[in-house]
């Protein structure tokens, strides 16, 4: 880049022609002449405005991004004795805008966190920021997480974080500093809101959705070989996991699954024939830890990607960055030793991590419809109709306090509920904590319904466009529905919630 110069206004006026045209942005100049050809809506239009500022205009149309990604091209200097205002608001990784963060990073009193969630926090976005152009690219494709990316979150500790708290997480680095001695489940509460605000739906499930439901069973049921082997690799990237339980046959319904799994006459191996539906992550993966059903009923068993184990992208709402799969398993052969807790108990298996799973969803889920409100407050700030911004509309402002309200309630239950799983052990969580988090999945969704409503109502014609301004509220209400039925739907969570209530109901309560 040019060494960058200073200008007044008046010199910067001078500039506007089709052969030598400037305007100014935010107090920063740039010489679009080149540029303008290119321009998306036309050379014209940029000529029009040649030597003025057009810093409403363009902010009406872009996002801050598109500056910074054509900075180094287009700039060549500032105006006298001004700042750009609007490029400092936006350098901090902490956002400055009401609702954009959760009420501990606005700075009100916690007692929950502490200086290490901040300091890991903003380690996970500047990490997240340096993968940003691969995220959208990717999503917009349909690739998964690239290798490199995947081996760059398994060093940074980001996919550790996501697994939780525990003895696997020793002698690994984690994000911000954090030892693993503090690591508590508000910082893997604060990974997984993390990875949902970057936007990218799909490509954010194909870097944890799969994983951090395909692991856990490994690393509380697997033998100490079989995780000595697995754990570490998959901790660090170098190797993909996904949880494979739903068939066409099967959904929440777990004890219909058809895939079998048959002992051979030397009683050494297991022969799995079937099929998977609906698994996040399964097209890109090395590792599937498979429900089957063995002479002994249900069983846990953990496979590796083969030549007898075929895997199919199914189209969704979301990207093919998800990786979501149709797998077909033909007469793939699996050594007994890759038996997951125990024969025919493979149903407490798969329950045992069901809390943790639908948590994580809520934390997903809250951290998505939090940046969704960021940009909604945003763009009522600086997008103006009938002659004013539609901030100053009150229908724009209940809309809002409507979203603002309903996530600020479901964000503090979920900070109640994983505090308790701080205060507690596993099994404790399991008895007391099971009602109340499928109740809190139920709301979550319901409350992301009802932002991505509002938030395409705000957004209009942009709020369902996949690019520019409205992409990350396009891709949030096309993909919302996806928490309100993976690791159970609104209906089992609900009538879930009331059935675990009724157990601890007094016996002779009357009115």
Aim: aromatic residues 10%.
């Amino acid at each position: 880049m040019a060494q960058l110069k200073t200008f007044t206004r008046e010199e910067v006026a001078k500039h506007n022609t089709e052969k030598d045209c400037w305007i100014i942005i935010d107090g920063s100049v740039f010489d679009v002449t080149r540029f303008a050809p290119m321009h998306p809506g036309g050379g014209q239009l940029l000529i029009e405005f040649g030597g003025k500022d057009v810093t409403d205009e363009f902010y009406g149309l872009h996002k801050h991004e598109v500056i910074t990604k054509y900075t180094p091209r287009l700039k060549i200097g500032s105006i006298v004795d001004e700042k750009s205002a609007i490029a400092e608001a936006n350098a901090s990784y902490i956002s400055k805008v009401p609702y954009a963060e959760s009420s501990y990073l606005m700075g009100l009193k916690s007692p929950y966190y502490n200086e290490s969630h901040t300091r890991f926090l903003t380690s996970i976005r500047q990490t997240y920021e340096s993968i940003k152009d691969e995220s959208i690219l990717f999503e917009d494709q349909g690739k998964a997480p690239s290798a490199e990316v995947y081996n760059l979150l398994g060093q940074e500790g980001i996919l550790a974080s996501q697994i939780g708290p525990g003895p696997w997480l020793k002698g690994l680095k984690l994000p911000g500093g954090v030892k693993p001695e503090e690591f508590n489940y508000f910082h893997e509460l604060i990974a997984h809101q993390e990875t949902a605000r970057m936007g990218t739906p799909g490509y954010s499930d194909g870097i944890s959705s799969g994983y951090s439901i395909g692991l856990p069973p490994v690393l509380y049921f697997g033998s100490p070989a079989l995780k000595a082997k697995v754990v570490p690799e998959v901790l660090l990237g170098k190797k993909r996991i996904c949880l494979a339980i739903t068939e066409p046959y099967a959904g929440s319904d777990v004890a219909r699954i058809r895939t079998t799994a048959k002992r051979t006459a030397d009683g050494k191996h297991f022969i799995v024939n079937g099929v998977k539906k609906w698994i996040t992550n399964g097209t890109a993966c090395d590792y599937f830890t498979t429900a089957v059903v063995t002479e002994k009923g249900i069983t846990m068993l953990f496979i590796e990607r083969n030549e007898n184990l075929e895997t199919k992208a199914i189209k969704t709402s979301t990207s093919p960055a998800a990786g979501t799969a149709y797998i077909t398993y033909e007469n793939v052969k699996v050594p007994v030793e890759n038996i997951l807790g125990k024969e025919g108990q493979g149903f407490q298996v798969i329950m045992f991590n069901f809390n943790h799973e639908r948590w994580y969803i809520c934390g997903a889920m809250t951290g998505a419809s939090r940046a969704v409100i960021e940009e909604c407050f945003k763009w009522a700030n600086q997008r103006k109709v009938f002659g004013k911004r539609l901030i100053d509309q009150p229908v724009i402002r209940n809309k809002l306090a409507g979203m603002i309200s309903q996530l600020e309630a479901v964000d503090n239950w979920l900070e109640n509920i994983t505090y308790q799983m701080c205060s507690m052990s596993y099994d404790e969580q399991a008895i007391k904590l099971a009602g109340p988090i499928a109740l809190l999945k139920y709301q979550c969704t319901r409350v992301a319904h009802n932002i991505s409503d509002d938030a395409c109502q705000i957004f209009g014609g942009r709020g369902i466009t996949k690019t520019g301004m409205g992409r990350l509220v396009e891709s949030f209400q096309r993909t919302y529905k996806f928490g309100a039925i993976l690791g159970g739907s609104e209906e089992i969570m609900a009538d879930l919630g009331i059935k675990m209530a009724m157990k601890q109901f007094p016996k002779h309560a009357r009115l």
